[in-house]
């Protein structure tokens, strides 16, 4: 089960008059005919073009029981999911030769002009011109014809034999003396030859020169713990050794006043910018001096609050470029992308605080159409939700603001390997479904150092990276 891809053909024109000048049409890991069917589609909306059949086509190539279009039209729920079925693969057969023929040649787009010049005693030449691009070529002296001489008219209808490349011909001016023979073989070899010139630079690569950045190493302060909580009833007593306490936004009126607390912004804003800043604000005037969040547009937000702000789950970063960047946006701590191996986290240079993930379920997912209203209404789930593959793996749904977050089947675990830790000023430990006892246990683990994981457990990213 997952959701349908999403179809916008028959919105283009009315996106187009709000404003929007490009449009992605996603191809990855597609058939070529799926992406020829497409661009096709998408080509014949923006002219006002209608095809139903072309419709049908690309819906048969690939699709789970056909296309949505529920987040544009604010629409959500179970008609948003589907499942590719056997006749859905099927179906697919019976219209890939069809749409073969769509990339099969080429679209000529370009007008090419040519200029071929044969006289007396001197080489045959060919030039031509393709919007700002020029090539020449050269070939043999003529010689005067034994019997039938060459005609301009000849040399006219060799050169506009362009089919099957991206050029349409254009002016052809020819200089011709009389009574000479040109092999056809010729002008078919000099025409291909500045075709081919011209096709080069259209690929040649663009010069670029990296501009070289030189940041200075990292050098850490003591390693401290932050622990960020789903749900404030898992915050356990024991939290002496605890640095700050990240819990969400709006909850940090419930928490004990004694707590190092700080907040954590929705990654699903969606348009609810002035509730949010109103809530940021509300949390600074009860005393809240830090909120984290995981977009660009939240860490405003919470500078426009007047609050530190920290970059969580989602900031991607990735390089000390990107570190950089967040410092001269004033931001006070960042958490590393999960996606860096230790030894990468490690190398990344810059003066702001930075920490791992060093306990926790990762997100997978982050989706307003939550899976679990397929089965069951909100208040039967009671944010409580999970999904299972076909293997019986169990994924827990985490519900909150308005968005549905799938996170991992089991959480990072590294207390067992504090040492291998280094270069950090904090270690994130990242609760989401745990219960007290849980918490409570785990974050004993992260203070001792504890030398065997308690249950099932991953290492994340931290060792293989990305492959």
Known sequence: LSLKDLSLIDYINEMTEMGVCSFKIEGRMKRPEYVAAAVKACRNSVD????????????????????TDGYY??????????IRRKDDVTAASGVLKKLEKLYEKEKADTKIDFAFTAVRGEPISLAARAGSKNAFAEGEIPQDAMNKATTAESVKNQLSKVGGTRFVCGDIDIELDDGLFIPVSEINRLRREVTEKLDEDKTQAIGFTPEYVKISPHIPNRKRLICRFADIESIPENWDYIEQVIVPLGDERKVKKS???SVEVPRGIFSSDEKILEKLKSAKDYGITEAWAGTLDGIVLIQKAGLKANAFLGSNVFNSLSVETLENMGVNRILLSPELTLAQAQAIGGNAPRGVLAYGRLPLMLTRNCPQ???KSCAECKRTGKLTDRRGIEFPIDCRSGCSEILNSVPVYMADRLSEIRNMDFMLLYFTNESKEKTSLVIQDYIKGTKKPHGEFTRGLLYRGVE
């Open 48 to 67: 006002g073009v209608t095809d139903n059949a072309l419709s049908d086509d690309l819906r048969s190539v690939f699709s789970r029981s056909g296309f």
């Open 259 to 261: 707590l190092r607390v």
């Open 73 to 82: 039209r604010n629409r959500l729920g179970y008609d948003m999911f589907g």
């Open 373 to 375: 209203k397929n089965g």
